[in-house]
Each structure stands twice: as structure tokens, then as C-alpha cells.
């Protein structure tokens, strides 16, 4: 359907107001969806109404809306069944292990790390081991490639204590490693706290900030205290 | 209500599985949210699946947050608005409307805005619906705090169906030029 510009603003209007209604909503949302210009128009209408939304004097919500959020945003735990248990807590204990793995196998000239984070799947598969190594590298060890993607490669970002992910830029995706020189004192990484992949255009995040889906993350274990 | 700035980085963290992180921003902003849901569906027990499946969302799109380009709470609201006017049931004829936040814009119980960014754009939408006339501002502001229909404005306002469409066509076509001459849109 081709709308005029002022009936595509007149609707993003009522769009974000909340007056288009009904199937004429639903049509409208399977556009926004498909046409970027028009999503942009709803953004800015949305920009400019919702904070009068700050109005509305706050009502805390039940215990238990937040306890049904966690439980639906947690892992999927592999095996409900007592048959599939067993399997489900190797899994899980799978980072665990590799992890004392690595510390084993690092026992080798460079010295032991200073921390290593092991990053994994949603699924709490171990996809990629970080380890901040002496004299000042930082190695990246792919544990299990992902199926690649046209165009698309993995970014790494480390979280800081507060704020924003940094960029510490693109890893490859495939068996190996990848070593980056980093000082120890590098703010990216002295107060690092987790790191994670995410996929985005081989060029890196348009955006600065992640925006393809995050494939794997995983927190420090500091090895050695500094 | 946390800062801009504190809630971009929250969200930002959420998009990299930062469970803290999410947790933390549900902290930040679900009195605020719930409540603007509760306006809308009007029965706590329908607000608090709004309230549920907002966050869900909120948590496996929090990557494209930063695609967004707009303030988090804007961002955060929408979704919960979205979701209200998704699943509001209407079972009495008459919505129970509270005309006092129409008028006034605002609870009077309700904390202004921490931080300057957010109580300027809250303030800017204010002033230029205050520019409206009445009917025009009432009839806005009843559909954006209570998501009330056209109809339902009708039968509210006690007025034909084509009027208030009128009201809402005009009040939005002022509404923007105002917001435009401030910079907002």
C-alpha cells in the first residue's frame, strides 16, 4: 500500500499515541517492520510523547513478576527428565572443567595468566577462552567455531565494572588463536569485569556498541592477584 | 529514576547477557513502567503480564537498543505501551478514567525526573500540549495515559465519534509543529 508522506505521519502519530487500534495497529506494525523510514517516523513521535510518561506517579510491582522474568530469560537447561540429569550437569560443569584445563595447559613458558574468562553459548557451551597473558597479551582461543556467516564476523567486547562495552576488536572464527597486544594497565582491561562476542559486519559495530546477536560471554576469574 | 546515562549502560550490558545488569535496570525502571501499564489495562493482574513480557523483550532486543537512537526510557516505554495496548480487555462499558491526570498531565504524587535531559523532554511535550486547546489537550492526554479508542474517547467526552477524531487528528498536527519549533521533532 503506498501512503502519502502525510498520511504516513498522521498514522505514525496515532500509532504512537495509541489510537490506532485493532487490525489497522497490526497492519500498521508489519509495515513499520519492513520500511525503516517509517519505524524512524514512529521513533521520533515516540521521542517526543513518551516522556510524558514520566508523570504517572511509580506503583511498584509483585516479587513475583521479576522471579517469571528470570525464569524465562534463564539458559535453556538441557534435560528435564532424571534420564537427561546426569548430561545436564556435565554440561554445566563443562566450563569448569576447561577451565582448569586451560590453567593446566598454561603451566607453560609466558607464565600463568593473569585471569581468563571462559565465553559461552547461551546453551552453556564453552565457545572461546580470553586470557590476559604476560608480558602484556591479551589471547583469545576459539574452543568451537561458529558456521560462518557472508560478510559477518565476531567482535570482541569487554564490561567494564560501569558503563558501556568496549570494542576490543574483530577475533577470528576459526581454531586458533588470537593474540592482541594489550597493556595491563589498559583501562579496557584493568577493570574489565566479563567478556563477550557478539556478530557483526567484518568492518566491526557501525554503532560502537554491539548490535548483532551476542553469541558468547563469560566473567573473569582473575588467576594471579597484580 | 536512574539517569540517561546509567540506564544506556545497563542496556548496553543486557545486549552483552549481563544478567547484573538487567536486573539492575528492572530495578531502575519497573515502578515507573508498571504503573504507566496499569493506566491502560486497568487490572493489576494484566499489568504485571505486561510488566513480564515487556522485560522479556526488552531483554532478547536489548541489542538493537543501539540501533534505536532514542533515550532508553523512551525506548523502554514503548515496548510496555505497546504491550498494554496489545492485550487490554475492556469489560465495562465505561472505562474508569482519572480526568484529574488528563488535565493536569502528570500525578501529583509523581517525582519530577532526575536528570535534566529527561525532565526537558517532559517538559517540552507539557508546554506544547498546554498550547493546545482544551479539547484537544483532554482528548490527547486520555488516549495517551489511559489508551483509550476513538470510540472510547467518544463515549467518554460525551461527544460524536467525528469530533474527537478531529481533536486527535488537529491536536497531533500542533502538537508536532510546536515540538519541531522547540527542536524536539
Excluded at chain 1, 505521519?9 to 495497529?25: D, K, V
Excluded at chain 1, 513499520?32 to 515516540?46: F, H
Excluded at chain 2, 542496556?11 to 491502560?40: C, H, M, P, Q, W
Excluded at chain 2, 462499558?93 to 517532559?122: F, G, H, I, K, M
Amino acid at each position: 500500500m503506498k501512503l502519502s508522506r502525510e498520511a504516513r505521519e498522521a498514522l505514525a502519530a496515532e500509532f504512537a499515541l495509541g489510537t490506532l487500534r485493532g487490525r489497522a495497529r497490526a497492519r500498521f506494525e508489519s509495515m513499520r517492520a519492513s520500511d525503516r523510514a517509517l519505524a524512524e517516523t514512529v521513533a521520533r513521535w515516540e521521542t517526543a510523547i513518551n516522556p510524558l510518561a514520566q508523570g504517572v506517579a511509580a506503583v511498584e510491582p509483585p516479587a513475583r513478576v521479576w522471579r517469571a522474568i528470570e525464569a524465562r530469560v534463564a539458559p535453556p537447561r538441557p534435560g528435564i527428565s532424571s534420564y537427561w540429569r546426569p548430561f545436564a550437569i556435565v554440561a554445566g560443569g563443562m566450563a569448569t572443567v576447561l577451565l582448569a584445563f586451560l590453567l593446566w595447559t598454561f603451566q607453560v613458558p609466558g607464565g600463568e595468566p593473569d585471569f581468563v574468562a571462559v565465553l559461552t553459548a547461551p546453551d552453556n557451551v564453552p565457545r572461546m577462552v580470553v586470557s590476559m597473558n604476560q608480558p602484556g597479551t591479551l589471547k583469545v582461543r576459539m574452543v568451537k567455531p561458529w558456521k560462518a556467516k557472508e560478510g559477518m564476523g565476531l567482535e570482541l567486547w569487554v564490561m567494564p565494572k560501569d558503563g558501556k562495552p568496549r570494542s576490543l576488536g574483530m577475533v577470528k572464527n576459526e581454531m586458533g588463536e588470537t593474540v592482541m597486544r594489550m597493556a595491563h594497565e589498559d583501562p579496557r582491561v584493568s577493570n574489565a569485569v566479563a567478556f563477550a562476542v557478539s556478530m557483526e559486519p567484518m568492518a566491526g559495530s557501525p554503532t560502537g556498541q554491539p548490535t548483532g546477536p551476542v553469541l558468547c560471554s563469560g566473567s573473569i576469574a582473575p588467576v594471579r592477584s597484580a | 529514576m536512574a539517569e540517561n546515562a546509567a540506564l544506556e549502560g545497563l542496556l548496553a550490558r543486557t545486549a552483552l547477557g549481563d544478567r547484573n545488569a538487567f536486573a539492575e535496570l528492572y530495578r531502575a525502571t519497573s515502578s515507573k513502567l508498571f504503573a504507566v501499564s496499569l493506566r491502560i489495562v486497568r487490572e493489576r493482574p494484566l499489568a504485571e503480564e505486561v510488566l513480564q513480557d515487556s522485560f522479556v523483550n526488552i531483554w532478547r532486543r536489548s541489542s538493537d537498543y543501539a540501533a534505536a537512537r532514542s533515550a532508553p526510557l523512551t525506548w523502554m516505554t514503548a515496548i510496555v505501551r505497546n504491550r498494554s495496548l496489545d492485550i487490554v480487555r475492556r469489560t465495562r462499558e465505561e472505562p474508569d478514567v482519572d480526568d484529574a491526570l488528563a488535565t493536569n498531565l502528570a500525578d501529583e504524587s509523581a517525582a519530577p525526573a532526575r536528570d535534566a535531559e529527561t525532565r526537558q523532554q517532559s517538559h517540552s511535550i507539557q508546554q506544547c500540549l498546554e498550547e493546545l486547546d482544551a479539547e484537544q489537550r483532554q482528548t490527547i492526554a486520555l488516549a495517551f495515559f489511559h489508551g483509550l479508542t476513538h470510540s472510547e474517547l467518544a463515549a467518554h467526552l460525551k461527544k460524536p465519534l467525528g469530533t474527537v477524531k478531529t481533536h486527535v487528528r488537529r491536536g497531533l498536527a500542533k502538537l508536532r509543529d510546536c515540538l519541531m519549533a522547540k527542536g524536539v521533532q
